[in-house]
């Protein structure tokens, strides 16, 4: 495993810092850290995808000697440090004024991705983004948590499409010297292996620290020198080997996340199972607990005390299973003290959905957690209807599971323009009271002139974005002229734009738009009332017929007949979406109802003024007022076709009838009078209710609280 390179870039005294700032992702969520690295060199900004650390490694002498005379930039230099010494060290925080008693206790939070930024490529999508949002939150509100995950040194895929439209998936292996990551160490100061028991083997992981202000993430590293070579490759991708492998994984994730815990002297209070692939958290808590003289039945009740597990999604394919076989092998040395009582764990983990008798990870979590949570309240219901067999007795609205609604971390998600617009109408400290409804309500007092201003602006920075990736495509990896059009080129900035980003996958029907290709056309290449399309998103690497979708949209852009007003955008990643949701006009979605349990790139856009067009599914069957985006509701229909061509007609109507005209229609100014007013709406009523922040403070409220015995 080669070791970080001790970066050679020297830095002047003066800015000594800087390094620090560029090592802990906080920067990125703050506008000043964020401004302190875009103008210190805009180009070079650009060029690593807004990578400080990667920055740092490349930048001239000269930029840094440029800069360090430059009191403009040096104030915001010292402000950022300022700030984040603020953050590191904060005593007034939400949490320590609502919990002065809470003293050192610790939360931890165990995902298998997290999202938190483009240079840290260890995330497949949505779980991860929120877990990403949930562990910057926390650290704005002054919780005592660490999050717990894996450093894919591979990462997920980065995609490409050729020129006949089909996904191609490249790993690249990541270059820890260019990611804000930094061996983790124990109080002694030597970097932190632990040892996991798999099988009849034991197997070594080396910890990354990501630091993100107040809180830190632990990310555990099978890529060690003293493993065997197929033990090193356990962790080298997200998602990406067969259930032997991702059985491995989940042993590593729940039993060596407990025991790297251990090693930092870390004990936690309270452990949050963010899906089921950490649930074996569980195991390793009551060897532990057992190991220390508890009884298994005392041991247990201890753990469903302090275990709180999160469930993302009623797709039933999304619940890992594994046979009693599988499980037998991988877990062989993971029992210890509690051998006499295997039989009852493994039962713990027995559950049938229709294909036999299976070892289910969600099913173990959900019977060893005190206190269960769906992430919208359409989810919450949902996922009391699926899971009633794990308590037959009960009747089905009596299911200890309750609803905690998704939200986004807002100001990693909010961009810059729409942040200084807000911070000179709502005052400059909106920030620190953004989940206050009453506030945002002042967002409808904004003259519609200068709102209108900062969306053509974020429209702007989409299409040069565009461009400038196909540019790069073209010119870079010589690709076809085919795949550049599809690119997006052609596209017009001052066209009513529509966005769809998210994984390709049947339930989320990305064709739907195109039931009726005839009637699209004419929407689209509709003179001087033009509309345009921009897809983004991977299929998983195994999902045919995901892929397949992605082509159809792929050759989409290239029909003439859609008047090039189709484009692909490809390798979707945060960095991607932010362009996305802050760039476009509307954010549509479509899923088959009911199973998307939330989805949260609508609320990224829709509080940056991109309002949401969508089925009433996820969050937006409870977002929804009626003034703030648009609904696509038509009557239930009689199967999946029917109601595949029912969505589509509802779709198109509300786009011919409400959307376009709304855009278009001008005042003498050429403002969107109609348009701005909804976009207000959006803001105003998205933004404080579908934040990190309300969601962070529900689940100290109503989940940490109770189990702390706060
Ligand atoms: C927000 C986000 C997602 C999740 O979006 P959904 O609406 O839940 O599908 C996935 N991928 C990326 C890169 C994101 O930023």
């Given at each position: 495993m080669p070791f970080p390179v001790t970066p050679v870039t020297p830095l002047p005294p003066r800015i000594a810092r800087l390094r620090d700032l560029a090592h802990d992702l906080w920067?990125?969520?703050?506008?000043?850290?964020?401004?302190?690295?875009?103008?210190?060199?805009?180009?070079?900004?650009?060029?690593?995808?807004?990578?400080?650390?990667?920055?740092?490694?490349?930048?001239?002498?000269?930029?840094?000697?440029?800069a360090q005379s430059d009191s403009a930039w040096l104030a915001d230099y010292d402000e950022a440090v300022r700030q984040l010494d603020l953050a590191r060290g904060a005593r007034e925080t939400w949490f320590a004024r609502t919990y002065p008693a809470a003293g050192s206790t610790v939360i931890a939070y165990f995902s298998a991705e997290f999202a938190v930024h483009q240079s840290l490529p260890i995330y497949a999508g949505g779980l991860g983004v929120l877990a990403g949002d949930h562990c910057k939150e926390a650290s704005d509100l002054g919780l005592p948590l660490v999050g717990i995950g894996f450093c894919y040194p591979q990462g997920y895929f980065r995609q490409r499409i050729s020129s006949e439209g089909w996904q191609e998936e490249h790993y690249e292996r990541l270059d820890w010297s260019h990611a804000p990551v930094a061996r983790a160490r124990q109080a002694d100061g030597s970097p932190c292996i632990i040892t996991i028991p798999l099988g009849t083997r034991t197997v070594l992981a080396q910890v990354w620290q990501v630091k993100l202000g107040g809180i830190s993430l632990y990310l555990l590293d099978t890529d060690v020198e003293d493993n065997a070579p197929w033990d090193r490759e356990l962790s080298a991708r997200l998602y990406?080997?067969?259930?032997?492998?991702?059985?491995?994984?989940?042993?590593?994730?729940?039993?060596?996340?407990?025991?790297?815990?251990?090693?930092?002297?870390?004990?936690?209070?309270?452990?949050?199972?963010?899906?089921?692939?950490?649930?074996?958290?569980?195991?390793?808590?009551?060897?532990?607990?057992?190991?220390?003289?508890?009884?298994?039945?005392?041991?247990?009740?201890?753990?469903?005390?302090?275990?709180?597990?999160?469930?993302?999604?009623?797709?039933?394919?999304?619940?890992?299973?594994?046979?009693?076989?599988?499980?037998?092998?991988?877990?062989?040395?993971?029992?210890?003290?509690?051998?006499?009582?295997?039989e009852h764990l493994l039962r713990l983990g027995l559950y049938d959905n229709g294909s036999g008798p299976m070892f289910n990870m969600t099913a173990l979590a959900l019977r060893t957690a005190g206190a269960v949570n769906g992430v919208s309240q359409l989810h919450g219901q949902v996922t009391r209807e699926m899971w009633h067999p794990i308590w037959p007795d009960l009747p089905v609205e009596r299911l200890p599971v309750r609803a905690i609604t998704n939200g986004v971390h807002v100001p990693t998600w909010m961009s810059s323009e729409m942040d200084g617009l807000l911070s000179r109408h709502l005052g400059a400290d909106w920030r620190e009271r953004h989940d206050d409804p009453a506030l945002l309500d002042r967002v409808l007092a904004i003259p519609?002139?200068?709102?209108?201003?900062?969306?053509?602006?974020?429209?702007?920075?989409?299409?040069?974005?565009?461009?400038?990736?196909?540019?790069?495509?073209?010119?870079?990896?010589?690709?076809?002229?085919?795949?550049?059009?599809?690119?997006?080129?052609?596209?017009?900035?001052?066209?009513?734009?529509?966005?769809?980003?998210?994984?390709?996958?049947?339930?989320?029907?990305?064709?739907?738009?195109?039931?009726?290709?005839?009637?699209?056309?004419?929407?689209?290449?509709?003179?001087?009332?033009?509309?345009?399309?921009?897809?983004?998103?991977?299929?998983?690497?195994?999902?045919?017929?995901?892929?397949?979708?992605?082509?159809?949209?792929?050759?989409?852009?290239?029909?003439?007949?859609?008047?090039?007003?189709?484009?692909?955008?490809?390798?979707?990643?945060?960095?991607?979406?932010?362009?996305?949701?802050?760039?476009?006009?509307?954010?549509?979605?479509?899923?088959?109802?009911?199973?998307?349990?939330?989805?949260?790139?609508?609320?990224?856009?829709?509080?940056?003024?991109?309002?949401?067009?969508?089925?009433?599914?996820?969050?937006?069957?409870?977002?929804?007022?009626?003034t703030n985006g648009w609904l696509i509701d038509p009557p239930k229909a009689a199967d999946d076709a029917a109601q595949d061509w029912a969505d589509a007609q509802a779709l198109y109507a509300l786009l011919e009838q409400e959307i376009v005209p709304a855009f278009y229609d001008r005042d003498e100014q050429g403002v969107p009078l109609r348009w701005t007013q909804v976009v207000k709406e959006s803001i105003r009523t998205v933004l404080p209710r579908f934040s990190a922040r309300r969601m962070v403070k529900e689940y100290v409220q109503e989940m940490y609280a109770p189990a702390l015995r706060l």
């Amino acid at each position: 495993m080669p070791f970080p390179v001790t970066p050679v870039t020297p830095l002047p005294p003066r800015i000594a810092r800087l390094r620090d700032l560029a090592h802990d992702l906080w920067w990125s969520w703050n506008p000043v850290a964020r401004r302190t690295f875009r103008s210190l060199d805009y180009l070079l900004w650009r060029a690593t995808a807004h990578n400080p650390v990667l920055m740092l490694d490349r930048i001239e002498p000269s930029a840094l000697n440029r800069a360090q005379s430059d009191s403009a930039w040096l104030a915001d230099y010292d402000e950022a440090v300022r700030q984040l010494d603020l953050a590191r060290g904060a005593r007034e925080t939400w949490f320590a004024r609502t919990y002065p008693a809470a003293g050192s206790t610790v939360i931890a939070y165990f995902s298998a991705e997290f999202a938190v930024h483009q240079s840290l490529p260890i995330y497949a999508g949505g779980l991860g983004v929120l877990a990403g949002d949930h562990c910057k939150e926390a650290s704005d509100l002054g919780l005592p948590l660490v999050g717990i995950g894996f450093c894919y040194p591979q990462g997920y895929f980065r995609q490409r499409i050729s020129s006949e439209g089909w996904q191609e998936e490249h790993y690249e292996r990541l270059d820890w010297s260019h990611a804000p990551v930094a061996r983790a160490r124990q109080a002694d100061g030597s970097p932190c292996i632990i040892t996991i028991p798999l099988g009849t083997r034991t197997v070594l992981a080396q910890v990354w620290q990501v630091k993100l202000g107040g809180i830190s993430l632990y990310l555990l590293d099978t890529d060690v020198e003293d493993n065997a070579p197929w033990d090193r490759e356990l962790s080298a991708r997200l998602y990406g080997g067969d259930r032997e492998t991702r059985l491995q994984q989940e042993v590593i994730l729940g039993i060596g996340g407990v025991r790297l815990l251990t090693q930092l002297g870390i004990e936690p209070a309270v452990c949050h199972l963010n899906e089921g692939h950490a649930a074996f958290v569980v195991l390793q808590r009551l060897n532990d607990l057992c190991d220390r003289g508890l009884t298994y039945e005392a041991a247990l009740a201890e753990v469903r005390r302090t275990t709180i597990f999160t469930t993302h999604t009623p797709v039933p394919a999304g619940h890992d299973a594994f046979t009693f076989a599988q499980v037998e092998t991988h877990l062989a040395g993971v029992w210890g003290t509690l051998a006499p009582h295997r039989e009852h764990l493994l039962r713990l983990g027995l559950y049938d959905n229709g294909s036999g008798p299976m070892f289910n990870m969600t099913a173990l979590a959900l019977r060893t957690a005190g206190a269960v949570n769906g992430v919208s309240q359409l989810h919450g219901q949902v996922t009391r209807e699926m899971w009633h067999p794990i308590w037959p007795d009960l009747p089905v609205e009596r299911l200890p599971v309750r609803a905690i609604t998704n939200g986004v971390h807002v100001p990693t998600w909010m961009s810059s323009e729409m942040d200084g617009l807000l911070s000179r109408h709502l005052g400059a400290d909106w920030r620190e009271r953004h989940d206050d409804p009453a506030l945002l309500d002042r967002v409808l007092a904004i003259p519609n002139g200068e709102l209108w201003e900062v969306r053509e602006q974020l429209r702007g920075f989409l299409f040069h974005f565009i461009r400038e990736r196909t540019r790069q495509r073209w010119a870079g990896e010589q690709v076809s002229a085919a795949r550049v059009v599809a690119g997006g080129p052609m596209l017009d900035r001052r066209v009513l734009t529509i966005g769809f980003a998210r994984r390709f996958t049947g339930y989320k029907r990305p064709e739907l738009i195109f039931s009726d290709p005839d009637r699209l056309a004419r929407i689209l290449c509709a003179p001087g009332r033009a509309v345009q399309i921009v897809f983004a998103g991977k299929a998983h690497p195994a999902d045919e017929a995901g892929k397949r979708h992605l082509q159809h949209i792929y050759f989409r852009a290239l029909d003439p007949r859609f008047g090039g007003r189709i484009a692909f955008v490809d390798d979707y990643d945060l960095h991607v979406a932010h362009f996305l949701v802050q760039g476009c006009d509307v954010w549509l979605n479509t899923p088959r109802k009911p199973l998307e349990a939330s989805g949260t790139s609508g609320m990224k856009a829709a509080l940056n003024g991109t309002p949401h067009l969508s089925i009433g599914d996820g969050w937006w069957a409870e977002g929804f007022t009626g003034t703030n985006g648009w609904l696509i509701d038509p009557p239930k229909a009689a199967d999946d076709a029917a109601q595949d061509w029912a969505d589509a007609q509802a779709l198109y109507a509300l786009l011919e009838q409400e959307i376009v005209p709304a855009f278009y229609d001008r005042d003498e100014q050429g403002v969107p009078l109609r348009w701005t007013q909804v976009v207000k709406e959006s803001i105003r009523t998205v933004l404080p209710r579908f934040s990190a922040r309300r969601m962070v403070k529900e689940y100290v409220q109503e989940m940490y609280a109770p189990a702390l015995r706060l």
